[in-house]
């Protein structure tokens, strides 16, 4: 498909004009997830698993049946291991929560890498806190990049859980997550991929990768804000105690104990983003209808053009892996003697939609640096 045919699909792009370079915050939203999402309140809007008419028991088979896409999507090897959360942040708390202060003992190690996003960060701050464990780090060299010399002498023995983003949300850089994840095992423990910058721009078997979690937000996959996905080995989540309590995720509630729902329902609790749901199965119907390849093929097109091009200007410090076939849709730059959000706004100005951090020179050196 060209690239202004699927311009055309984006309602918010014909009634602005702007160009929208901030997916990686948030995507904006094709005319076919907005319908869909439209069509679920006007024509089956129910509360899913609360009522035994009709209504409800559509709104159910159809929340249902995005579960069973989502599980396709990604090769689950079962529905049940499928859970919604509001997004990949909160999908990340339940892990850190449920599994790691339940499994976490003293002196035992979690390892995640530098360029981890905050979520995948302070969950684990507080958790290796609580439980007199220890956080360790993997860092980057000089090309942004993970070196298999840092992974073999960051995870040791003593690591029980490793947490790495498949796609990093500041440089672009692609992790050998399949390598981390392989010599991890190999040292017993168990490994959480947030996948919330890959899965827009590739596919993902999880089976494949082995990955014992894996985690991703809609809202960065053109479905809507608020909606996200767990997927986790059934084994592992059978054992996790839950994160919420209340809702659908009860079995039978006496006066002084309760038992809980299997999975998935053991997790979600509450009445849940049907509507989010909804959008998400719609927004990997409109992915599935481009196709990876073509996503991959106008990306690498795209990026290839502008690394050519922004090398081109001696004013701007560019933060990105030599290595093309090791780097995503992210492009990260300075321009010399000028703060990042006045380069925003003064891009706004013009309408150009950038996300602004402070320097990220200062951020690199002091944060991402060994």
Same mark, same amino acid.
């Given at each position: 498909?060209?690239?202004?045919?699927?311009?055309?699909?984006?309602?918010?792009?014909? &009634?602005?004009?702007?160009?929208?370079?901030?997916?990686?915050?948030?995507?904006?939203?094709?005319?076919?997830?907005?319908?869909?999402?439209?069509?679920?309140?006007?024509?089956?809007?129910?509360?899913?698993?609360?009522?035994?008419?009709?209504?409800?028991?559509?709104?159910?088979?159809?929340?249902?049946?995005?579960?069973?896409?989502?599980?396709?999507?990604? #090769?689950?090897?079962?529905?049940?291991?499928?859970?919604?959360?509001?997004?990949?942040?909160?999908?990340?708390?339940?892990?850190?929560?449920?599994? $790691?202060?339940?499994?976490?003992?003293?002196?035992?190690?979690?390892?995640?890498?530098?360029?981890?996003?905050?979520?995948?960060?302070?969950?684990?701050?507080?958790?290796?806190?609580?439980? &007199?464990?220890?956080?360790?780090?993997?860092?980057? @060299?000089?090309?942004?990049?993970?070196?298999?010399?840092?992974?073999?002498?960051?995870?040791?023995?003593?690591?029980?859980?490793?947490?790495?983003?498949?796609?990093? #949300?500041?440089?672009?850089?692609?992790?050998?997550?399949?390598?981390?994840?392989?010599?991890?095992?190999?040292?017993?423990?168990?490994?959480?991929?947030?996948?919330?910058?890959?899965?827009?721009?590739?596919?993902?078997?999880?089976?494949?990768? @082995?990955?014992?979690?894996?985690?991703?937000?809609?809202?960065?996959?053109?479905? *809507?804000?608020?909606?996200?996905?767990?997927?986790?080995?059934?084994?592992?989540?059978?054992?996790?105690?839950?994160?919420?309590?209340?809702?659908?995720?009860?079995?039978?509630?006496?006066?002084?104990?309760?038992?809980?729902?299997?999975? *998935?329902?053991?997790?979600?609790? $509450?009445?849940?983003?049907?509507? $989010?749901?909804?959008?998400?199965?719609?927004?990997?119907?409109?992915?599935?209808?481009? =196709?990876?390849?073509?996503?991959?093929?106008?990306?690498?097109?795209?990026?290839?053009?502008?690394?050519?091009?922004?090398?081109?200007?001696?004013?701007?410090?560019?933060?990105?892996?030599?290595?093309?076939? #090791?780097?995503? =849709?992210?492009?990260?730059?300075?321009?010399?003697?000028?703060?990042?959000?006045?380069?925003?706004?003064?891009?706004?100005?013009? $309408?150009?939609?950038?996300?602004?951090?402070?320097?990220?020179?200062?951020?690199?050196?002091?944060?991402?640096? @060994?």
């Amino acid at each position: 498909m060209d690239i202004k045919e699927i311009k055309k699909d984006f309602p918010i792009l014909e &009634n602005r004009k702007i160009t929208y370079l901030d997916s990686g915050a948030t995507t904006q939203k094709p005319r076919y997830v907005i319908e869909k999402i439209e069509e679920f309140y006007k024509k089956y809007n129910a509360n899913p698993h609360r009522g035994a008419y009709s209504l409800s028991v559509e709104a159910t088979e159809r929340y249902e049946n995005t579960r069973t896409k989502i599980a396709k999507f990604i #090769n689950a090897k079962h529905t049940e291991e499928i859970i919604f959360s509001k997004n990949a942040t909160e999908s990340l708390n339940l892990i850190a929560y449920s599994y $790691g202060m339940e499994n976490l003992k003293k002196d035992d190690e979690v390892v995640i890498s530098i360029m981890e996003h905050h979520s995948n960060l302070v969950p684990w701050q507080k958790v290796t806190k609580n439980t &007199n464990s220890l956080l360790n780090y993997m860092y980057i @060299n000089d090309n942004y990049e993970i070196s298999d010399k840092e992974i073999e002498e960051k995870i040791t023995d003593k690591t029980r859980i490793v947490g790495i983003t498949h796609v990093s #949300n500041v440089l672009g850089t692609i992790n050998n997550i399949k390598k981390i994840i392989k010599y991890a095992h190999s040292k017993g423990a168990i490994v959480i991929v947030d996948a919330s910058q890959s899965i827009p721009h590739m596919k993902i078997d999880v089976q494949d990768l @082995n990955c014992d979690f894996l985690v991703f937000s809609g809202h960065k996959m053109l479905a *809507p804000l608020g909606i996200g996905v767990l997927y986790g080995k059934k084994e592992l989540l059978n054992k996790m105690s839950p994160f919420l309590m209340g809702g659908d995720m009860i079995e039978y509630v006496y006066e002084q104990e309760t038992t809980f729902a299997p999975l *998935p329902n053991k997790f979600e609790a $509450g009445t849940q983003n049907v509507e $989010g749901v909804i959008g998400l199965g719609a927004a990997i119907d409109y992915i599935e209808s481009i =196709g990876y390849d073509n996503i991959e093929k106008q990306e690498k097109e795209v990026i290839s053009y502008a690394r050519e091009e922004l090398s081109k200007l001696d004013f701007l410090e560019i933060y990105i892996t030599p290595n093309e076939e #090791n780097h995503s =849709g992210v492009i990260s730059f300075n321009i010399k003697g000028v703060h990042p959000h006045d380069v925003a706004s003064i891009l706004d100005a013009n $309408g150009v939609c950038v996300r602004s951090r402070k320097p990220l020179c200062t951020t690199i050196n002091e944060i991402y640096g @060994n």
